[in-house]
């Protein structure tokens, strides 16, 4: 089979945004304790926070951490977690049906994300609160000095103000599962009355407010119209969640569901767009996909399940190689998207549907998806250049021609280096790959990594085969007269990478 692309200088999508390579912390299961946070572990530094996790976090290229939810933020009492942590209250976690001992809070956040070298991205209850209390944490965390709450941050031993820019007013509120769920018209006003009050503490704040908690939701389209209705000119960014699994053994279909993330996000630009052309402003509304990530849901008993466990093992998923190359899709479609995507956050970073895994007084190891992570916040740098591609098709309900080629291309224009970022979705074919390069100056490849199923899209990575599944240096790829070529190995996860010929080489 054969495949080719196009690129030009000449034309580009976007500049890509750092902070699409964020991630996600949620009091949830293991991803807080025992996750990122143990005291006593081996691991674990002064404050109790895990050193290999830390180490895993900063080798994944995370840039920007959303905390502390998800779903548990809508029941969530902030003032419990800051303070002495032996005054802290236990407290029943109603959306995860699990004791929350709020030894983790604000205070040891902050202090894993400057550790993490991370942007924090703060969320607010707007299920069962609403805007005094978002505008008394907002003065807690970045007023300097002289009010009570401002003064209660520097008795909790932080004279600084953290400095927290991005903030999401609520999470999924148009959900039923959700602490607090509102109607449209109810969110739209409570999002719009919230961000004027966050505003008048803190002016340079960004805010997201909550889309459509899925793209099935039966609202969906209308509810992001009404609340924008009501809080267009208040808000900076508009959310977007999506998690995909295989059904009923469907590899094929799996692997076409990044199409179903594309048209997700051209329907919301076209919403919020819409929006903007009935108030007659030019404002162009920014996305937040910031909760995105493969989940087995069927797999999940859902909360009413649980049993208020401390720590419970939680939506552990154990990730294959076939869903490393979908989650590699994703990035790609988020870089597709960097006209009008700014913040992206996969969920979650530790144990919860994870790229890193750890065990309680054990090690910490990469699950397969962690790679494509790494590699796109290392190498996809600079602007998306906007490709013309020809690629062999195939058949996947309910997305109908599906191309076997998926790929993208940045330009860092301080160094001139382009990185093609390459899925061969084939089970059992190579993809051989072409790309014409013109205007990029004369390039010459500097590698070829790729994540490939080998023949067993079901490898994994566990605790005692941590490195199983692992990108490997691939030969043959080369650059003649300004046209790139490669082989892609069937079901695949690929990075060329291609650098300016230094002149007299």
């Not at 924090?120 to 970045?142: C, F, H, I, K, S």
């Amino acid at each position: 089979m054969q495949a080719r692309f196009t690129a030009s200088a000449d034309f580009t999508i976007g500049v890509v945004d750092r902070r699409l390579f964020g991630s996600f912390v949620e009091h949830m299961g293991r991803c807080v304790y025992t996750g990122i946070y143990e005291p006593g572990h081996p691991e674990a530094d002064e404050a109790g926070l895990r050193k290999d996790v830390l180490e895993l976090t900063r080798e994944m290229g995370v840039t920007l951490v959303r905390y502390p939810g998800g779903n548990f933020v809508s029941g969530y009492r902030w003032e419990d977690g800051v303070g002495p942590v032996e005054q802290r209250p236990s407290r029943l976690d109603l959306a995860w049906r699990s004791v929350e001992s709020n030894a983790f809070g604000l205070h040891e956040f902050i202090g894993w994300a400057r550790k993490a070298q991370v942007e924090p991205m703060m969320a607010v209850n707007l299920g069962t609160r609403g805007p005094q209390e978002a505008a008394d944490l907002l003065e807690y965390a970045n007023h300097p000095g002289g009010t009570r709450l401002s003064d209660l941050r520097r008795a909790h031993g932080s004279p600084d103000p953290f400095g927290i820019r991005l903030w999401c007013l609520g999470n999924e509120m148009d959900g039923p599962w959700q602490l607090g769920a509102k109607t449209a018209d109810e969110y739209g006003r409570l999002a719009n009355e919230t961000a004027k009050v966050m505003r008048l503490v803190d002016p340079t704040v960004e805010l997201v407010a909550c889309g459509s908690s899925m793209r099935s939701m039966a609202t969906f389209g209308s509810w992001e119209a009404t609340v924008l209705d009501h809080c267009f000119e208040q808000v900076d960014l508009l959310s977007l969640h999506a998690y995909y699994e295989e059904h009923d053994q469907d590899l094929a279909g799996f692997l076409a569901t990044a199409l179903d993330m594309d048209a997700f996000i051209d329907e919301v630009v076209a919403t919020v767009d819409h929006v903007a052309a009935k108030k007659r402003s030019p404002k162009r509304l920014r996305l937040s996909f910031d909760e995105w990530n493969v989940w087995f849901q069927r797999a999940f008993a859902g909360p009413e399940a649980q049993t208020w466990e401390d720590e419970p093992r939680l939506i552990e998923d154990t990730y294959d190689v076939a869903a490393a190359v979908v989650v590699g899709t994703y990035l790609m479609t988020l870089l597709r998207h960097a006209d009008r995507v700014s913040v992206a956050c996969q969920a979650q970073l530790a144990n919860v549907i994870a790229p890193i895994r750890t065990e309680p007084g054990g090690p910490a190891w990469r699950q397969t998806i962690f790679h494509p992570f790494a590699h796109a916040a290392r190498f996809a740098r600079g602007d998306v250049l906007r490709l013309a591609v020809s690629s062999p098709t195939y058949a996947a309900e309910p997305y109908g021609d599906v191309p076997v080629l998926d790929t993208v291309a940045t330009r860092d224009g301080e160094t001139g280096e382009v990185t093609v970022f390459a899925v061969n979705r084939d089970l059992t074919e190579p993809l051989s790959l072409t790309g014409a390069l013109h205007g990029l100056g004369r390039l010459d490849l500097v590698e070829h990594v790729t994540l490939a199923a080998d023949g067993d899209a079901r490898r994994v990575n566990t605790r005692e085969q941590p490195d199983a599944v692992r990108p490997r240096r691939a030969d043959g790829a080369r650059v003649v007269d300004g046209v790139l070529h490669a082989t892609l190995p069937p079901l695949s996860w690929n990075v060329l990478r291609l650098a300016p010929v230094r002149r007299g080489a």
